[in-house]
């Protein structure tokens, strides 16, 4: 077993530049994350050449906010964790590379780590004493997936989305309802003013434990096409977005109630950007009440990407694994390491 204490993290993945100070993979000293948001919002989406020149830019000062704001230096690092995919093969190298040389020259070891075991750990850091097996929904902007975890390492997926990621189709379905961009957080907003039974949309895939999401966003086109008057008026945009959200909703939680019986989890655990929705955290949370079990969601601010979790997930590793050898390079299509599907 390797000794050490303070992982610094560094996330670069996709259109966070992230960078976090963790102790023993479970007390954040600091964690600072700058959104390229704006950078990207006019092309309703990430470009990834701008992404990967903005990460260069932004990655020493996110470095240096984070120390000063832990009130640590680079001699108080014991090992350097970086998030080696999967993501955007540019952006990723930024994170890596700056890993590499911050290990090579405080003389610590490198580790490389998979982004969506890191949310995972988004949630796993609160209560590193969790007893297993838990199952895990992990739904991002690029994933969707349905997890047991069975020990530290030792993953089954259960499920995974047929087409679009959960965050896939509310950033689609806000550009459908004019929202800006990263769409979301203002579909969650919206949400929360109009009627989840305003229209029936449909539950897509019962009785799998895969999901879809592609059938529900044109569900919502056609139903805007069939009814533009809604996107002038003021409260039908609040209407479509929250009877669009109680769908996927639904069927998020569908599928976890499932998963949870199947493998008689004690836990459920949310992780990933589309955790902080509102609504799936109460839907989440009530599921665990009714259900006898107990609901573990990553914290608001660790579930968009940020590099708290790369930490986390970097110490345990390191632990299990040793370091990373410094030849090792990216993989833009990872998948949960250990995983059989
Ligand atoms: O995990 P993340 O930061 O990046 C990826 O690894 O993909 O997830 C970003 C996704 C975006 O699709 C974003 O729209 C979605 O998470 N998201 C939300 C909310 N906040 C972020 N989706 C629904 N409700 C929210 N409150
Ligand atoms: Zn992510």
Same mark, same amino acid.
């Given at each position: 077993?390797?000794?050490?204490?303070?992982?610094?993290?560094?996330?670069?993945?996709?259109?966070?530049?992230?960078?976090?100070?963790?102790?023993?993979?479970?007390?954040?000293?600091?964690?600072?994350?700058?959104?390229?948001?704006?950078?990207?919002?006019?092309?309703?989406?990430?470009?990834?050449?701008?992404?990967?020149?903005?990460?260069?830019?932004?990655?020493?000062?996110?470095?240096?906010?984070?120390?000063?704001?832990?009130?640590?230096?680079?001699?108080?690092?014991?090992?350097?964790?970086?998030?080696?995919?999967?993501?955007?093969?540019?952006?990723?190298?930024?994170?890596?590379?700056?890993?590499?040389?911050?290990?090579?020259?405080?003389?610590?070891?490198?580790?490389?780590?998979?982004?969506?075991?890191?949310?995972?750990?988004?949630?796993?850091?609160?209560? @590193?004493?969790?007893?297993?097996?838990?199952?895990?929904?992990?739904?991002?902007?690029?994933?969707?997936?349905?997890?047991?975890?069975?020990?530290?390492?030792?993953?089954?997926?259960?499920?995974?989305?047929?087409?679009?990621?959960?965050?896939?189709?509310?950033?689609?379905?806000?550009?459908?309802?004019?929202?800006?961009?990263?769409?979301?957080?203002?579909?969650?907003?919206?949400?929360?003013?109009?009627? @989840?039974?305003?229209?029936?949309?449909?539950?897509?895939?019962?009785?799998?434990? #895969?999901?879809?999401?592609?059938?529900?966003?044109?569900?919502?086109?056609?139903?805007?096409?069939?009814? @533009?008057?809604?996107?002038?008026?003021?409260?039908?945009?609040?209407?479509?977005?929250?009877?669009?959200?109680?769908?996927?909703?639904?069927?998020?939680?569908?599928?976890?109630?499932?998963?949870?019986?199947?493998?008689?989890?004690?836990?459920?655990?949310?992780?990933?950007?589309?955790?902080?929705?509102?609504?799936?955290?109460?839907?989440?949370?009530?599921?665990?009440?009714?259900?006898?079990?107990?609901?573990?969601?990553?914290?608001?601010?660790?579930?968009?990407? #940020?590099?708290?979790?790369?930490?986390?997930?970097? !110490? !345990?590793?390191?632990?299990?694994?040793?370091?990373? @050898?410094?030849?090792?390079?990216?993989?833009?299509?990872?998948?949960?390491?250990?995983?059989?599907?």
């Amino acid at each position: 077993m390797v000794t050490l204490k303070a992982v610094l993290g560094l996330e670069t993945s996709c259109d966070e530049t992230a960078a976090a100070l963790v102790d023993e993979g479970r007390t954040v000293r600091a964690s600072v994350v700058s959104s390229q948001i704006d950078l990207h919002a006019r092309y309703g989406g990430v470009v990834p050449e701008i992404a990967s020149r903005a990460h260069l830019e932004l990655i020493g000062p996110v470095v240096a906010e984070t120390f000063e704001s832990a009130g640590a230096t680079l001699d108080d690092v014991d090992a350097v964790a970086a998030c080696c995919g999967p993501g955007l093969a540019g952006a990723l190298l930024v994170g890596v590379t700056a890993a590499k040389a911050l290990a090579l020259v405080t003389g610590v070891p490198y580790v490389g780590v998979n982004h969506l075991e890191a949310h995972l750990y988004g949630a796993w850091l609160q209560n @590193p004493d969790l007893k297993l097996p838990v199952v895990m929904l992990l739904v991002s902007g690029g994933h969707t997936l349905l997890v047991a975890v069975d020990g530290r390492g030792e993953y089954r997926v259960l499920g995974e989305t047929v087409d679009d990621a959960a965050g896939e189709a509310f950033d689609k379905v806000a550009r459908l309802l004019g929202f800006g961009y990263p769409g979301g957080p203002e579909v969650d907003r919206h949400a929360r003013i109009g009627s @989840p039974t305003a229209v029936d949309f449909p539950r897509a895939m019962r009785g799998s434990l #895969n999901f879809s999401f592609a059938g529900l966003k044109t569900a919502v086109a056609l139903h805007l096409r069939e009814h @533009p008057e809604v996107l002038a008026s003021e409260f039908g945009v609040d209407d479509i977005a929250a009877s669009f959200q109680a769908a996927a909703v639904d069927q998020l939680r569908e599928k976890l109630a499932a998963a949870a019986d199947m493998v008689n989890a004690t836990t459920l655990v949310l992780g990933g950007g589309v955790a902080a929705n509102s609504a799936l955290r109460s839907s989440v949370v009530e599921l665990a009440e009714t259900t006898g079990r107990d609901a573990l969601l990553a914290p608001l601010e660790l579930c968009t990407d #940020n590099a708290a979790m790369i930490a986390a997930a970097g !110490w !345990w590793r390191l632990q299990s694994d040793g370091p990373t @050898p410094l030849s090792a390079g990216v993989n833009p299509s990872a998948r949960l390491p250990g995983s059989t599907p």
